[in-house]
């Protein structure tokens, strides 16, 4: 009988040592998580430089541009993380020299440089699914923009 009693004290020990581990194991990766979203969550003091580089690739014809305005960058929810981002609102011509109409992008940096671009118009993927370019354009018809006019002096 204390056979019994000793196997069972031991096992009610050894998941009471697990359970202790794993919360252990849970608060560390915690804030292993915050620590390298701190990291990557770096405010992009030189973002209006690190756009108009990528713009001037992202455009067909990067001269020229009417009405460009920008919006300071902020934490937003992107997918399952938040990243700042900056909304950038323009008008360029396309290929054949036209311009096309005033366009949104939603810029995003990683570790305060610039990441990648999410169009606003471009629809991907099943409907009933939000999408990345939904939640682009859900923020950035809600930013706050400013003048870019560097932007609009931007040359080849």
């Not at 756009?51 to 305005?69: E, G, K, N, Q």
Request: glycine share 4%; with cysteine; net charge positive.
């Amino acid at each position: 009988m204390s056979w019994v009693r000793c196997r069972t004290l031991h096992v009610l020990l050894i998941i009471g040592l697990a359970m202790t581990l794993a919360s252990c194991s849970s608060v560390r990766s915690r804030e292993e998580r915050e620590e390298r979203e701190a990291r990557i969550n770096v405010y992009p003091e030189n973002y209006r430089a690190d756009l108009l580089a990528a713009l001037h690739t992202y455009v067909s014809d990067p001269t020229h541009i009417r009405d460009a305005f920008v919006s300071e960058p902020a934490l937003k929810p992107v997918g399952r993380q938040n990243r700042y981002a900056a909304c950038v609102r323009f008008n360029a011509r396309n290929s054949d020299g036209r311009y096309v109409g005033s366009k949104d992008v939603l810029a995003i940096f990683v570790a305060g440089r610039f990441d990648q671009f999410i169009d606003t118009s471009v629809q991907l993927g099943p409907t009933n699914e939000p999408n990345r370019s939904a939640v682009a354009k859900e923020l950035c018809d809600t930013a706050e923009y400013r003048r870019f006019p560097e932007l609009e002096a931007l040359a080849r």
